[in-house]
């Protein structure tokens, strides 16, 4: 009866000493899932992988998905980086919102529902979302100079956020991204946390209903260190008091100024819930 039963595994199979003294093989040990070059860090992975939510089969995607250009060995592509996997990430976000919008959303138009994905998708809340999954110090960097490191972390946050997105598709399918985006967006789909227009339009768009000019913006005054200036701009418009605000971008800044006018002024139509 022994040349009845084939071994239909690959695995060599150990002998071990049965009851009448005969070898008797051992059952094979079952097969772990793949986990890819995991000699290091396994631990960290494992912290990780229960923050995003996920366990990835493949482990090497959500590395690559953390690691930035600076960290790359001599002589490994810039698409060893997190910079495809953002590519992919970011594309795959746009279209699970975009479907978590139109079905919360049933009586929005074209307009309101490109607003609302516009909102959800920026970097901003990107980086938003890696900061609730604890993500910042999980970036791999290379020797980026004293001082430089914190800043580059932040920087990238976003990127980071799509490039996991991008590895639990490429690691789970559609199903478990889509899984993923719906647990740390929904909220925020609910509940936005700025206008859904720019006060600047919204400025303009009053201005020009009451017969004014376009509001202008002047720099007041700029502070701070070169790699982290602060920026006081303020909004002037005939008949009215300037209006002041301050960014870290004159963009920023000036939309800032924009919404104290606004609200000083009364305008509606900075929010279109």
């Not at 793949?34 to 912290?47: E, F, I, L, P």
């Not at 953002?86 to 138009?109: C, I, K, Q, T």
């Not at 991204?177 to 303009?204: G, Y």
């Not at 007041?220 to 008091?241: I, S």
Request: some cysteine; glycine content about 10%.
């Amino acid at each position: 009866m022994k040349d009845e039963a084939k071994d239909i595994t690959t695995q060599p199979i150990e002998a071990q000493a049965g009851p009448d003294g005969e070898a008797v093989p051992k059952t094979p040990a079952k097969k772990k899932r793949a986990r890819g070059s995991k000699a290091k860090g396994t631990d960290a992975n494992a912290a990780l992988e229960a923050r995003i939510g996920y366990t990835f089969a493949d482990p090497n995607q959500l590395i690559q998905a953390i690691t930035h250009v600076s960290a790359l060995k001599s002589g490994r592509k810039r698409g060893d980086s997190y910079q495809r996997l953002e590519f992919l990430g970011d594309h795959v976000l746009g279209l699970v919102v975009s479907d978590m919008l139109y079905h919360a959303f049933p009586n929005a138009d074209e307009g309101e529902l490109s607003k609302r994905l516009a909102e959800l998708v920026r970097k901003e809340s990107c980086a938003d979302v890696a900061k609730s999954l604890g993500l910042l110090d999980d970036i791999k960097l290379g020797s980026v100079g004293p001082g430089a490191d914190a800043r580059l972390r932040k920087s990238v946050l976003g990127d980071i956020c799509e490039a996991v997105i991008g590895a639990v598709f490429l690691d789970g399918g559609y199903a478990a991204a889509s899984e993923f985006v719906k647990r740390n967006w929904t909220e925020r789909m609910h509940k936005p946390r700025r206008p859904l227009r720019d006060p600047k339009t919204v400025l303009q768009e009053w201005a020009q209903g009451k017969g004014l000019p376009t509001p202008v913006y002047r720099e007041v005054e700029r502070t701070g260190p070169h790699h982290d200036p602060q920026f006081r701009v303020a909004v002037d418009l005939p008949g009215l008091a300037p209006a002041e605000g301050i960014g870290g971008s004159k963009r920023a800044a000036e939309k800032v100024a924009a919404s104290v006018m606004i609200e000083r002024e009364g305008v509606g139509g900075s929010n279109d819930d």
